[in-house]
Every structure is written in C-alpha cells, then in structure tokens.
C-alpha cells in the first residue's frame, strides 16, 4: 500500500489549502480514512476524520474551518483548511484512523506513511 500527500504551501494567516491524499495497493472505499499533523516538536495528531459512510469528526481547533472529504472513486481523501492559522504550521499526513480524537478512539491498521504535505502559515 501506497499513500501520497499533496497540496500543502506557504499561506497567510486566513488563507486557504487543499489537501489530496491518493491512497493505492489496498481496499479504499471500505475503510475510514484520516489526517492527521505533526507541528515543530510535537507529536502526530489526529485531525480529522472521514468513515466509510461520509460521516466525519475534527480536532475542536479545527471545526468549522477543515472539511474531510472523499472520492472512492478516485482513492484520495481530501482535506479542505480555510481561516488558516499560524498554529496550524505542520506536516499533514493521510492515514487510516488511529488514536483518540477528542472522545472517540479509533484503532484501524496503519499502512506505512507517506512524505506528508508541509503546511506553513505565515501571520
């Protein structure tokens, strides 16, 4: 299996992104799919997260401004990040969900990641 980020960039703070993730050599369409970010020095976090029926869940810090979404049909996850903020600096990563995201927990098999995606946001 195969992931390839994409879309990432310098941006002013309240600026706008899309990010793709191409997903291959594995079933796509019946597993969830996430983000998750890696900001200086911290750990890789969930951000969001999309089932295999559409439904999603986000990062308190960033609802209402990323939308998760998919095309099975093409194999990527799409991450849609708007209002962006100087904290919101990292390496995006697409992966199937695995770790706590505010009360839910999930635990899907990771495939081997990808080289991520650099977001940086200027203020």
């Known amino acids: 299996a195969q992931l390839v980020e994409s879309g990432g960039g310098l941006v002013q703070a309240g600026g706008s992104l899309r990010l793709s993730c191409v997903v291959s050599?594995?079933?796509?369409?019946?597993?969830?799919m996430a983000w998750y970010r890696q900001g200086p020095g911290r750990e890789r976090d969930l951000v969001a997260v999309?089932?295999?029926?559409?439904?999603?869940a986000y990062e308190d810090s960033v609802k209402g401004r990323f939308t998760i979404s998919r095309d099975d049909a093409k194999s990527t996850v799409y991450l849609q990040m708007s209002n962006l903020k100087p904290e919101d600096t990292a390496i995006y990563y697409c992966?199937?969900?695995?770790?706590?995201?505010?009360?839910?927990?999930?635990?899907?098999?990771?495939?081997?990641w990808g080289q991520g995606t650099q977001v940086t946001v200027s203020s």
């Open positions: 992966n199937r969900p695995r770790g706590r995201l505010g009360s839910m927990r999930f635990a899907a098999e990771i495939i081997p």
């Open positions: 999309i089932r295999d029926s559409g439904n999603a």
């Open positions: 050599g594995t079933i796509f369409s019946s597993h969830a």
